[in-house]
């Protein structure tokens, strides 16, 4: 399923894809959503890039994915933020953000951005939806999410994680207690623990060579001209993002704030003089990103009077 799309640590993968398999034939236990799955792992190792995949492959797109920061839920009392403010306080009637999401789009994915920086509390109520498939709002409705797939990522036990990577096995045994003194044992019980383990260096590149790709084709299909993206490019991205020890995290910064602003730059001086682009080069020189832009030269129908001359000699 994901695998196709997603170049991740691969134990992680084939867990969700198995655990998905199950789902999407109907065999889960009756009642249950398609998946409450914690992703757990250091930064930058593709946690959320498996769910945006998964959002596109399940149902359709990106717009089917919504996405909660929980870092912003910190205090026990924001849980009405979630599920929106019973009667009479302030709020109610406006829905919370996440029980409307799931209402509006009930066939769709939910993820639970870090989710240890949540209050506790406000996990509670997580507990009728993973096992029941249902929520009640603040308004007391209850919220169907028997289709709905929620991931809750985490770095909790990450230490844990590089450690074992290695031993499996011995992983999920010595994770278990560290995520247990965060989750309640009943909430730890309803979702299916993934770890994912630290990018190799060939999964950096594959997925450094995936984002490159995708310039290229951008590059392309906007100006019409060809692409030349020097071998050096790749090896510069790889040394900053190992040296930023932040994996996949730290390559869109590389990218978008490093290499990418010197050809945006040559490429709006062009545009603004009306230039027709017929190469587009990416290169490194010194330890910097260049970038070097061809065009096509104009050639006068009108030759000057003394230039005709010169040529008829």
């Known amino acids: 399923m994901a695998r196709r799309h997603h170049q991740g640590p691969g134990f992680s993968i084939e867990h969700l894809h198995k655990h998905l398999l199950t789902a999407r034939a109907d065999l889960r236990r009756p009642g249950r959503p ?63 953000v996440l029980t409307e999401a799931i209402r509006q789009k009930p066939y769709s994915v939910v993820l639970l951005d870090e989710v240890e920086k949540a209050h506790p509390d406000v996990l509670n109520l997580f ?22 797939v929620f991931f809750l990522t985490s770095n909790l036990g990450y230490q844990v994680i590089v450690e074992h990577a290695d031993n499996p096995e011995t992983m999920q045994e010595e994770l278990y207690p560290v995520l247990a003194d965060f989750f309640k044992p009943a909430l730890l019980a309803r979702m299916e623990v993934v770890p994912y383990l630290p990018l190799s260096r060939d999964t950096l590149a594959t997925i450094i060579a995936g984002k490159l790709a995708r310039l290229d084709n951008v590059l392309c299909s ?3 001209a060809e692409v030349v993206i020097a071998p050096e490019v790749t090896d510069e991205i790889m040394q900053r993002v190992t040296r930023a020890e932040n994996g996949a995290r730290m390559l869109e910064s590389v990218i978008d704030g490093d290499m990418l602003p010197p050809l945006s730059l040559l490429l ?23 970038a070097d832009i061809e065009e096509e030269i104009a050639v006068s129908d009108s030759v000057p009077e003394q230039e005709a001359e010169d040529a008829t000699l």
């Open 268 to 290: 709006l001086q062009k545009m603004a003089a009306n230039a027709a682009i017929t190469r587009i080069n990416l290169g490194v020189a010194d330890g910097a990103f260049t």
């Open 222 to 224: 906007r100006f019409n």
């Open 34 to 96: 398609l998946g409450a799955f914690l992703l757990a792992g250091p930064s930058g190792v593709g946690k959320t890039e498996t769910v945006l995949q998964l959002a596109e492959l399940l149902y359709g797109g990106r717009q089917y994915l919504t996405t909660i920061n929980m870092s912003e839920f910190q205090e026990k009392h924001t849980v009405s933020r979630l599920i929106g403010s019973p009667p009479g306080y302030v709020g109610y009637g406006e829905g919370g």
């Open 127 to 148: 507990y009728q939806a993973f096992d029941k498939g249902e929520m009640a709002d603040g308004e007391g409705r209850l919220i169907d999410c028997k289709n709905i």
